[in-house]
């Protein structure tokens, strides 16, 4: 079942072929709701968070419930700053600046679920 496969439906039936008519059902509105997204995890590769200065990060965002699609945002200490829209955010080569902690939001359209922050730390 899909978001889309809301709406008015009816049926058309008869019960004897050779003699009765054709008749239309009275149409029902059949409305489906997405499930939020919810039970974000982050990961981190290298695990922990804390890679070296000049290495490669990958933080990746897995969710366990809710219908998509999926938007996926990240954000890097609370800020509003826009930082990759993927399940994944790879950093090819971390900055001092890229220390801090890091939250994956996703969306549906409907409504949207912030995971636990991931400290990132850069040695």
Avoid: I
């Amino acid at each position: 079942l899909q978001l889309n496969h809301s709406g008015r439906y009816s049926c058309e039936g008869r019960v004897d072929s050779k003699v009765a008519p054709w008749a239309l059902s009275a149409p029902v509105t059949v409305t489906v709701h997405g499930v939020p997204p919810s039970g974000m995890s982050l990961s981190a590769q290298p695990p922990g968070g804390q890679v070296a200065l000049g290495e490669r990060l990958v933080l990746s965002c897995t969710v366990a419930t809710g219908t998509g699609p999926l938007y996926f945002s990240w954000h890097q200490d609370g800020s509003g700053a826009l930082l990759g829209t993927s399940p994944c955010l790879e950093l090819r080569q971390v900055e001092d600046n890229d220390s801090g902690q890091y939250q994956c939001r996703v969306g549906n359209g409907d409504c949207v679920a912030e995971s636990d922050p991931l400290n990132v730390t850069v040695l």
